[in-house]
């Protein structure tokens, strides 16, 4: 697997996690400069977000999502 598949496998599998806790980060994706590098070093870019969803981020890391 390349480094760009298993980003994409990364963000697909956090992008899951964040639905299941009622998180949406509307911005959540692949950072493009970062993988057409000569040798891309993929990253996952999480974006802006209201000040509602970083709480309701900050309340599922701390395990006390919905």
Known sequence: MSG???AEEALRELRSALEKAG???P???LDP???VREVP???VDLGRCSVQTA???AAALAG???
């Open 4 to 6: 760009i598949e298993e």
């Open 23 to 25: 998180v949406v980060l």
């Open 27 to 29: 911005s959540l994706g």
């Open 33 to 35: 400069v970062s993988l």
């Open 41 to 43: 070093s993929p990253l």
């Open 55 to 57: 709480r309701r981020l």
């Open 64 to 66: 006390e999502a919905r």
